[in-house]
Nanobody
């Protein structure tokens, strides 16, 4: 059984940086894309960034230029460096995994989800 576990959330001030990490602590995934979604209060879960098993990355418009996603497909881990955080970046960040990068980027057919880690950004 796959088990995605996130860490690294917390309370930061606007302009600060934060690193989110996700590890699969269950059954190994082979050639899966992994990524991050954010859900703000009262809003739908939205795509933030993802990386394919062979290193191709994709970002939402709001994340481009500020966030950097990296991953280790052999270890089923993914990290996201978030710089220049804004209050609108706040929310619960979920790690996700699916066979195709496009599935994550289009928020469809997400096979696995983590439980989420909360990021709070004070202005």
């Amino acid at each position: 059984q796959v088990r995605l576990v996130e860490s690294g959330g917390g309370l930061v001030q606007a302009g600060d940086s934060l690193i989110l990490s996700c590890a699969n602590l269950g059954s190994a995934l082979s050639r899966y894309a992994m990524g991050w979604f954010r859900q703000a209060p009262g809003k739908d879960r939205e795509f933030v960034a993802a990386i394919s098993w062979h290193g191709i990355d994709q970002y939402s418009d709001s994340a481009k230029g500020r966030f950097t996603i990296t991953g280790d497909s052999d270890r089923n881990t993914v990290q996201m460096q978030m710089n220049g955080l804004k209050p609108e970046d706040a929310g619960v960040y979920f790690c996700a995994a699916s066979p195709m990068l496009s599935d994550l980027a289009r928020n469809r057919v997400i096979e696995y989800w983590g439980q989420g880690t909360r990021v709070t950004v004070s202005s």
